[in-house]
């Protein structure tokens, strides 16, 4: 059995911005009891984040009462420009945000299409490397940088914050809203995936 995670990225905070927005909604959560305010080793990857507060369940659709004795059960927060992914898998898929048409990236037997993963292989590494270097499209021709790209079922997300909460149960989409508008409007991303 692995780790189940989500990420909420806030795929525009600039890297200046971070820092600062990441204090002020750990300081929401915090203070809603949503987390508890002491870092302590309870995610994986980093280490220490954010236990469960006694009011978690206020933020999920269906609360577990077993989440306060899984191990890796926190709120980890990236303050750092991040691929984030989904861990498991491969991404099915990617659309234009010029023209909307999306590509396969894998066939009916989930083989990768090597063709079209190539246009995006170096891209999506480029990010991690200071880059966002820029895709261009097969279908309308136009080029946009790979941090742009809108991956099906949010394989990918492109960004410098990150929150992410280790093996919660699904969270509640009204708070998954509320935490994306303290981010001043941002787009945000909701990432799943398994370690
Ligand atoms: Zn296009």
Redesign the pocket.
Do not use: Q
């Given at each position: 059995m692995g780790d189940w995670f989500q990420t909420i990225v806030d795929t525009e905070a600039t890297p200046e911005e971070a820092q600062e927005l990441a204090a002020n909604v750990l300081a929401w959560l915090i203070s809603d009891g949503i987390v508890s305010a002491e870092r302590t080793d309870c995610v994986l990857g980093a280490d220490a984040g954010h236990a469960p507060g006694a009011r978690h369940g206020e933020a999920v659709v269906d609360p577990d009462p077993e989440l306060v004795d899984v191990w890796s059960n926190g709120l980890h927060v990236t303050v750092e420009r991040t691929v984030f992914d989904a861990g498991q898998g491969e991404p099915s898929a990617v659309t234009?945000?010029?023209?909307?048409?999306e590509m396969r990236l894998v066939d009916e037997y989930w083989s990768p299409v090597e063709e079209t993963w190539d246009l995006f292989a170096d891209a999506t590494e480029s990010w991690a490397d200071d880059y966002d270097e820029p895709v261009a499209?097969?279908?309308?021709?136009?080029t946009?940088r790979v941090h742009t790209w809108i991956w099906a079922d949010d394989y990918f997300a492109f960004g410098h914050l990150g929150f992410t909460f280790w093996n919660w149960p699904a969270l509640r989409p009204e708070f998954v809203v509320e935490l994306s508008s303290r981010l001043g409007g941002h787009r945000t991303v909701l990432l799943e995936g398994k370690l």
């Open positions: 234009c945000p010029h023209c909307a048409v499209c097969p279908s309308c021709g136009r946009a």
